[in-house]
């Protein structure tokens, strides 16, 4: 663990009264598959893949965006993981996130562990790299993505199904911070919902 990942918790998502969960997801009608596994080993970052149809072979950033948004799309799969059990054992999101980022969720898995819930659909991701800046002294990216709760599908484990509140908006805008530490290995370090935008 280096310096930088020992700071102070901040509060990254907002509480989801009626199923007594901190919700914090992100896409946006994507068909994200949040059933398989990371690319990115546990030891190493993710590598730079073929700029793709998310950034234009034209852009000179294309392969940065393309690892920023491996990143964080791979937090996303061992996020939903550690939802489906109620708990981070097993998962490698410390692989893909910082401290501060994982606080609200490492909530998350707390309050569903007290109430006997787990999560069994899926959460829609649709990422965008919307800022970059690799001269800062700390390159950092800035992800804007939509949440589609569409198919999120929360229940007790005794099997009943809890429905989302109907205040609940099922498709809503998230941002995140990433950013590229030691041995160029991006982190998420920042995730921030925000209900009141949809998308």
Partial sequence: ??????????????????????????????????????????????????????????????????????????????QMKAYRVASPDGTKLADFATLDALSAFERDLATM???????????????????LDLEAKIPTATVEDCVDLSKWKAERTSGEVIPLPTAQPLRYVAMARVERWDEDRWMVTEYKPDGSRSC
């Fill in 113 to 131: 562990k007290k109430n006997n819930t787990r999560v069994m659909g899926g959460v829609g991701h649709e990422p965008e790299v919307t800022a």
């Fill in 1 to 78: 663990m280096t310096a930088r990942q020992v700071r102070p918790r901040t509060r990254a998502l907002a509480l989801c009264g009626a199923v007594g969960l901190l919700l914090a997801l992100t896409g946006c009608g994507g068909s994200s598959d949040d059933t398989k596994p990371p690319t990115a080993s546990s030891t190493a970052p993710p590598a730079a893949p073929s700029a793709s149809a998310s950034a234009s072979p034209a852009d000179p950033d294309a392969v940065v965006k393309a690892v920023v948004l491996e990143v964080y799309s791979a937090m996303w799969v061992e």
